[in-house]
């Protein structure tokens, strides 16, 4: 755990310190968020964020690299954290450029496809499912293929999409990958088995690089992540999942607190917890598409109607409504790892405790309580589109 904690610090702490870089790359290079109507910010603010999170991951992996129990795990620990990172660098490099120049949506997807191949290729992928029986249910390479990239896409435009407000996008991911280091590691715990994992050594560098950022990033923020962190941090969040299932057999992650079943783990957490960690934005997402849509317009054209917008209509000031956000991840996030792992009344009592002050905190909180209007929504990150 210290090790981790390590990793932790070095990402949050180079991160942070790359962001003063980034920014005047950023405003060399002319890579600045402009106002635009369907935006609340009132001054341009510079991209290029991402560059600082890359650093963050790299010097974090480097770091791991020679820690003494970490640099002592199998190889393929290593070997997959490197690939995802490089996989992360490439969407953060075309990120960049879109930040600089501007690119369409659908030369970013082909950089997303291209960055989900290396994945693929290094064997990163989907191959195969538990059931709840215990029977394997095998995947050919095209289909495994295929959902790979269906996971990493999405999560990556979904991020995107919640990229609209100042800390809201680094939060909510940096939330997600707490989540995610704490199952990987309570489970190899329960389970005994090595506490070295891909996934661990990944969420851990993940959360920090978050953390370092935000610092930077909260309301009023003084860089934006743009395309180059949207599509980073993504990137890094599905693929780690991924990792899980890549590194362990059934019998390996089977078990549960006081010898419960790891209820996600057979069949459901691959695939789902990256979704329920994104629950939000991918909700705002396909509810996007289907506004869009219906309206006969395109499903990449921007708007101003997402979730953290109506948030601000219903009366929250910009931070409250990023703390809101915030709620409901960790909520959902971490609501699913300790229902993953742990059972009995008191987990669901507690649950449902956290269920409802989320709520009331949502909907009660702007009746009670008015924000203060001066300096409290100036400035906040453009709603994206995919």
């Known amino acids: 755990m210290r090790e981790y904690l390590l990793v932790f610090l070095v990402a949050g702490a180079v991160t942070y310190l790359l962001t003063v870089v980034a920014r005047e790359i ?56 490197r690939t995802v990172i490089f996989a992360g660098a490439l969407v953060c490099g075309v990120g960049m450029i879109d930040d600089i120049f501007d690119l369409d949506a659908l030369t970013k997807l082909g950089g997303q496809v291209i960055a ?16 709840p029986d215990g029977n394997q249910f095998s995947l050919d390479p095209a289909q495994g293929a295929l959902l790979t990239a269906l996971l990493v896409v999405a999560t990556v435009n979904a991020v995107n999409f919640v990229d609209g407000l100042d800390g809201l996008a680094a939060g909510v991911i940096g939330i997600g990958a707490l989540s995610f280091f704490l199952f990987c590691y309570q489970l190899t715990v329960l ?29 009023p923020a003084r860089l934006f992540m743009g395309d180059s962190g949207s599509m980073l941090i993504g990137v890094v969040l599905s693929a780690t999942s991924i990792t899980v299932t890549t590194q362990f057999a059934l019998p390996d992650l089977a078990q549960g607190e006081a010898g419960a079943r790891a209820s996600l783990v057979p069949m459901l957490l691959p695939i789902a917890l990256p979704i329920l960690i994104l629950i939000v934005p991918m909700a705002d997402l396909v509810l996007a598409v289907l506004r869009r849509t219906r309206a006969g317009r395109s499903p ?34 971490f609501g699913t790892v ?39 929504t100036v400035d906040s990150e453009p709603a994206d589109t995919l």
């Open 191 to 219: 389970n005994q088995v090595t506490r070295a994992t891909t996934g661990a050594l990944l969420s851990a560098a993940l959360a920090g690089a978050c953390v370092g950022f935000l610092l930077h990033n909260f309301h």
């Open 26 to 81: 950023a405003v060399r290079t002319g890579a600045v968020a402009k106002v635009r109507d369907r935006d609340v910010h009132a001054e341009p603010i510079p991209y290029l964020g991402g560059l600082a999170m890359l650093g963050g991951l790299t010097a974090a992996y480097a770091v791991a690299t020679q820690l003494p129990f970490l640099s002592r795990s199998q190889p393929f620990v290593f070997e997959d954290a």
């Open 338 to 376: 300790v229902a993953s792992l742990y059972t009995g009344p008191r987990m669901w009592t507690a649950l449902g405790v956290m269920t409802l002050v989320t709520v009331a905190l949502t909907f009660v909180l702007p009746v009670l309580r008015k924000p203060v209007l001066v300096g409290d």
């Open 116 to 131: 989900v191949g290396l994945l693929v290729y290094s064997g990163i992928q989907f191959r195969w499912f538990y059931a």
């Open 300 to 333: 990449f054209a921007p708007d101003k109607q997402h979730l953290h917008h109506r948030l601000l209509e219903i009366g929250h000031s910009h931070r409250r409504a990023v703390l809101i956000m915030w709620l409901w991840a960790a909520l959902i996030a």
